[in-house]
Structure formats: structure tokens, C-alpha cells
């Protein structure tokens, strides 16, 4: 079997997981009687999920190796090339204004552009920006009790 794409991803995403599980059982404990939170749980979730898609990925190589070649072709295109740029852009923007503005204006406006930018509709880029910046807040903000930068609002 020949290795393509997804087995190469694949692999990547376990390499990844993998050291991030042995590095963060050093980090220390959370606080006291909160042992769930501390600071290995995140990278501890994300080592996890890579784990289930580095599996997925390689899983569809072998899927891809036995059906044959089959690579997509993905032609480069000006749009293409115009939201990949646009992405960063956005990307860098959110992490500048991130603090100084903060969680809730900052996330809003970020979304919303990065919908449009990629071709969603704006009333529908708007109700769901609302809903994922008031979802990721309640996730993080208040299950998590991660403190989001109140900036302008604070």
C-alpha cells in the first residue's frame, strides 16, 4: 500500500498528540479541590481529539489506497486565493484586537466577517455569529470559568 495524504496527516496529528500527553503530566495540579481544570486539561482534550482525527485520516488513506488514487483536484483559483489571504487577515486582526476590544465585540465581528468572507449569506452570518460568540462564552466564560478579556466592555 502506497502512502498518501491522509496516512502522512494522519500521523502528523498522533506525533502531535503523543507528545503533548507526555509533556503535560509535568504541568501542575489545578486548584485545590478543582483537579479537573487545571492547566493540562485543555491540551490534554485537544491531544485527544487528534487522536480521533489522526485515526479518521489515516482510516480514509486505506479507504482511498484500496478505492485507488483518486486525488481531488482542487484548482487554484483567484477566490481561492483571495479568502485564504482574507483568512489570515481576519485571523491576525482577531488576535490584535482581541484583548484591547474583547471577548464579545471582537469574536462578533470576526465570524461574521469569516462567514461572509467564505460565502454565507449576512442575515445568516449574523444570527450565527450571535449564537457561536454567545456559545463559546458560555462554554469557556462560565462552564470553564476562563476569563475573557472584557476590553472596551469591561
Known sequence: MKINREHVVGLVCLAVA?????????FPEGQEGVHLTGPAFFPNIMAYLLILLGTAQILAGIRKARVGNGEPKFPASRTSAL?????????AGFVALF??????????VFLFLLMLL???????????SALYTVVIYLLFGQLFTIGLPAGILG
Open 18 to 26: 503523543a507528545a503533548v500527553l507526555l509533556i503535560t503530566p509535568g
Open 83 to 91: 479568502r485564504l489571504a482574507g483568512f489570515f487577515v481576519l485571523t
Open 99 to 108: 484583548n484591547p476590544l474583547g471577548f464579545f465585540p471582537t469574536t462578533l
Open 118 to 128: 467564505f460565502g454565507m449569506p449576512a442575515a445568516k452570518s449574523a444570527l450565527f
